[in-house]
């Protein structure tokens, strides 16, 4: 049974969604005034993962993903760049996509962007001014959270004391910080804005969530994922705006992934401690090897970042590529299923099983390896029948489909030689000499000769 850690229950939750077959997931996208680092490309992938195991699963998922193009930090470094907003976001909004796909994280279905949103929000704001959980202040327009008894509910932070009049403006909060929050913030000099109502301004953060979700998704929609750091003030924020505008559940199931720290501090572009996919494209990563990195934790657990981790998962993606080549190359005799055939079964019901756990990836990565060292001895002792070989193609596809790392890249020989040799390293360390040669011979086969030196293994052309 699939089940999700649901963070408002506090607790792992069958999931079962509104209108079966259909699944409504909305995902907090990026705040483009920057690169986004590895730290979102966590959460990111993380929600990609999700969205293919749905689909694997025979859901039918319309997927959202916001794109946030006006907040004080966009506002903040566009003026810095002297660029006009639009022409600022826009740049990063392309850079996003590019290392969208360099990770193969599919595309949502919408990524609608805040600035193209403001009459749904303005929209949003009559109807939580008509139910009085509104009032102006110096020209901004706040969220009155004592209106909503509930507020708290999601993150658990408490509501005490006497709140009244206490505001918050900034986008950004201090940990905590329970305050009535800003809907639409009065026009200041020098800054981007729209007519309202309610005078010249422009919307708050947390107002386009609640906006698109109902405009692309409907009034209750099954998933809502995000950061850890989005449960609040964001989140709790969002599910006020939309519960108390539209009188129904916001949310059935909120997921929320942990961070990618990198020395013991969470990554943040605020911080300045960020690694970006480019940086590490330039080092001749390929996307496989990230995306086998960001994958190497639950997605609930802390993963810490080093560049030493890169070699791991180089040899991860090598052992697969590996097994992909070897099946594809190997001899065929008879058609038959065979003992390979019984194998795929019990191991795609181990995989399963894995990722119906709440997505544990570690687990269903273990099993597909389990498969693989299963597969690797059968084709050592004598060739596959047709049948099993089909039935094991059909597996990896499979888990590609979810994991997408099952799938042989088109990879530069540079990139290919470096996996292969970053895999022979872990053989060593495992202290697997056989497996350890077997690479070197295989490497020489195709002409290419590793030298092994103080400072590491060089190759050349023989
Ligand atoms: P932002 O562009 O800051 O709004 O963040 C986009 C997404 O990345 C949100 O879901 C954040 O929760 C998530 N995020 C930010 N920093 C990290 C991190 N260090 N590790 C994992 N996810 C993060
Ligand atoms: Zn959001």
Redesign the pocket.
Known sequence: MLCFYNTAARRKEPFVPLNPPRVTLY?????VYNR?????F???LFEDVLRRYLCYRGYEVTHVMNI?DVDDKTIRDSKKAGLELGEFTRGYTELFFEDLDFLGIRRADHYPLATEHIPEMLELMARLEQGGHTYVAEGSVYFAIATFPEYGRLSGVALEGNHAGARYEADEYEKDDVRDFVLWKARKEDEPFWDSPYGPGRPGWHLECSAMARKYLGDTIDLH??????VFPHHENELAQSEAANGKPFVRCWMH?????LKKE????SLGNIVSLAELRERGHSGQVVRALLLSAHYRSTLYFDLDELTQAAATVARIEEALRRLEDSPVSGEAPGVISAEVASARERFVTAMDDDLNVPEALGSAFGFIRTLNAALQSCPLSSADREAAKTLFSEYDQVLGLFHREQLTLEAEVEHLIAERLEARKQRDFKRADAIRASLADRGIELIDTPQGTRWKKA
């Open positions: 995902t907090c996208g990026p705040t986004a680092h590895l730290g979102n966590r959460t990111f946030t994922c995000g950061g850890i750091d989005l992934g942990a961070f990618l720290n969470k990554m943040s572009k």
